[in-house]
């Protein structure tokens, strides 16, 4: 079935450090990839999406890279800021337009 | 304008109550979605409308009902609901494509309507 696996579920690191989340999914037709961040009492806002045809994107302090064959995706931040903590969901399309998520992973930065 | 606006942003209601949540975009996107989302979850599929005609509906109970009355505008109506049924509803859309059965990219998420049923 449909699924999205993520990790690590919480993550801590000091602000100007690197932060990496992946995701692994199930369905090998899937060819969109996006990530949004939450925070709290609001809806998931999209930070970066990927589709099948590119390996790597980035904006600014932030990068997504795809590997097909593994069916992975990861979620790179560098040079954290404290306003960077907010939990993190990737998800993959499957089909036209449903979209399912990964399980989150709330991000952590301390000054 | 780039936002999708959700109504009522809390709501309680009592078991045996009928409410409505409304959710509304101006983006000309022609894909609209409810999702729900309990704490420390992520967010759970119930329905997509794509041009305004009901795609997916993802085994949810009767006691919900979407409704798309036009392209801007999706609602669901809830009727009899339990308390496990308290979470934040989402709202989102997305993709400008003018075919149906395209693929669709960017959606995009409302605030949500924080849902308590007593």
């Known amino acids: 079935g449909e699924n999205v696996e993520q990790h690590p579920s919480t993550l801590s690191v000091q602000e100007g450090d690197s932060a990496v989340i992946k995701c692994t999914y199930s369905d090998s037709a899937s060819n969109y990839f996006p990530w949004y961040k939450q925070e709290l009492g609001k809806g998931p806002q999209l930070i970066i999406d990927i589709r099948s045809n590119v390996g790597e994107k980035k904006d600014q302090r932030i990068a997504v890279t795809l590997n097909k064959t593994a069916k992975h995706f990861s979620l790179h931040i560098t040079e954290t800021q404290p306003e960077d903590s907010a939990v993190y969901f990737c998800a993959a399309r499957w089909g036209f337009q449903k979209l399912v998520f990964g399980t989150g992973t709330r991000l952590l930065v301390s000054p | 304008d780039t936002e999708v606006t959700q109504t009522p942003k809390h709501l309680v209601m009592g078991m045996t109550n009928k409410k409505s949540l409304k959710c509304e975009q101006h983006m000309g996107h022609r894909a609209m979605y409810w999702y729900k989302q309990k704490a420390k979850k992520p967010p759970e599929l119930m329905f997509v409308y794509s041009y305004e005609k009901l795609s997916i509906n993802e085994s949810v109970p009767s006691r919900f009902s979407p409704e798309c009355p036009n392209s801007s505008l999706l609602n669901l109506h809830l009727h009899a609901l339990q308390p496990e049924d308290s979470a934040l509803y989402l709202c989102?859309?997305?993709?400008?494509?003018?075919?149906?059965?395209?693929?669709?990219?960017?959606?995009?998420f409302g605030s949500g309507t924080r849902l308590t049923v007593v």
């Open positions: 989102a859309s997305s993709g400008n494509s003018d075919r149906p059965r395209s693929p669709v990219y960017g959606y995009t």
